[in-house]
């Protein structure tokens, strides 16, 4: 079990992991479009994602969830990711990063 | 995880036979176009436009709207698509129909062909008709759903007035001329299932594409009662009573309709958040606006404006065009590129994402190629409308020719984006 510098060291690490992986069609991060509600790290292996899509039924949305785990993989290839995906609260614009913004030209 | 609905979109075998198809007769529409540039001008009952309107609105636009239905009724009814087999199936059929159908238009053999041609398209029709409304009973009820819903059954009504069209000409036994039913049969196809379908399906899709979110649906809601509305009054005015003193009636509602549905566009593009708009989403929102056009043009033709005999003849040529090349083509010429790279891009990279640096869906296809294909419509729809307004073979020609170069365009991009090959580049970590 590692002490709460070092989780905090690495969800941090995990954040930037995700800013690594787009929404095709936005063309935009899933962090800056303000997708991801929770990111925790247990201290041993697992690691929780609680997360949104843009629609309900965001054709995109497994591609998503499958580079997400990849992409963690990629980097801790022992983490287990779970990823639960809710739609309470809906994602709204009012959601994306002031950098998302200002990436998408708003 | 279990009540993910992203995992509901249909093979790749079920849709992109239908993109291809569409593609291949848009580029032979243009070909016949390019080939009878005379009988654009000459009277909308004869055998050679038949063959022509029906490749445009089955062969190209209906193959198109079946392929990408399929795809969206995951995004639209939050379900999987009823039956995969079904689909291909009706595929099949109405792929074998309209061959026929317009080998039949063509060739002018309106007796036997043309029956066993719409006895096929009606089986077809009913097909797809059928497995839609399954997937949508399973499905989520919300206001786009009730479009696609309304379009499918106006579908299920053209395609039994066409039938019935075919079966008088072999064996007559309806009271009016063919023309007062071909009024009917047209109306119930352009209005009901195609307006009726673009209105319910891009109420969704323009909205996810500009990034636009809570749109006020009211507007779509008048805009549903008005155009169904006006469209059943319609029918059962020229049905019953032979076209009547309700024409404005109708053609008000029906208009009105529209306009609400303009203002909901409209509304959703002022709070866009994607201000730079893509070719693709250009091109869509130029032909939503366009459904305007032939909003002028009935009233025109309605009113009987004093005008030549032969102007209000190209009016309702131009009428017609104009829902065909004005609203229905352009959406799809652009629609094409929101909707077919993504499907090849999650078929060919879905498992990939992560393990490698993969491209992005719209790197699937050129777009110096969609940009020239925009420009060249454009370009051939102005030349056109001009051409049949002021009767002008000549300038039917050069519109054609610059139809014939956005079908060639088109079919370009459309192949290079089925037949793309996987590239990928390791990721440092």
Known sequence: ?106 | MSNLKTGNAPSLSVVVPHFIFSALSFLCLTVFIFLTGTDVLGPYFNSKLLAITHLAVLGWASMLAFGALYQLIPVVFETALYSELLAKITFWIFAIAIFLLVYAFWTSAFGTTLLYASSLMFIALFGFIGNVLLSQRRGKQNIQSRYVVTAILWLLLTALFGLLIAINFRYPFLSQIHLHYLKIHAHLGLVGWFVILIVGVSSSLIPMFLISHSPNEDKLNYAYYLINGGLLLLGLDWLVLQGTMLIPVYWLSISLGIIFYLMFVWEVYKKRLRKELDIGMKHTLISVLSMLLPILLSLTVMLKLDFENSFQLRATTLYGFSIIFGLITPIILSQTYKTLPFIVWLHKYKQLVGKFKTPLPKELYSEWVATLQFYSYNLAVIVLILAITSNNIWMIRLGSCFLLITAVLYNLNVFKIIFHKVKTESIST
């Open chain 1, 1 to 106: 079990m590692k002490d709460p510098d070092e989780i905090r060291v690495i969800e941090s690490d995990l954040e930037q992991i995700l800013y690594g992986v787009m929404d095709p069609e936005i063309e935009l991060n899933i962090v800056d479009l303000g997708l991801i509600y929770l990111l925790e790290y247990d201290g041993l292996k697992k690691v929780v994602i609680k997360m949104t899509f843009s629609t309900p039924a965001c054709p995109l949305g497994d591609a998503i969830l499958m580079n997400i785990k990849q992409s963690i993989t990629n980097v801790y290839p022992e983490f287990e990711v779970a990823i639960e995906v809710v739609f309470e609260p809906a994602w709204n614009s009012d959601m994306i990063s002031e950098k998302g913004r200002m990436l998408l030209g708003m």
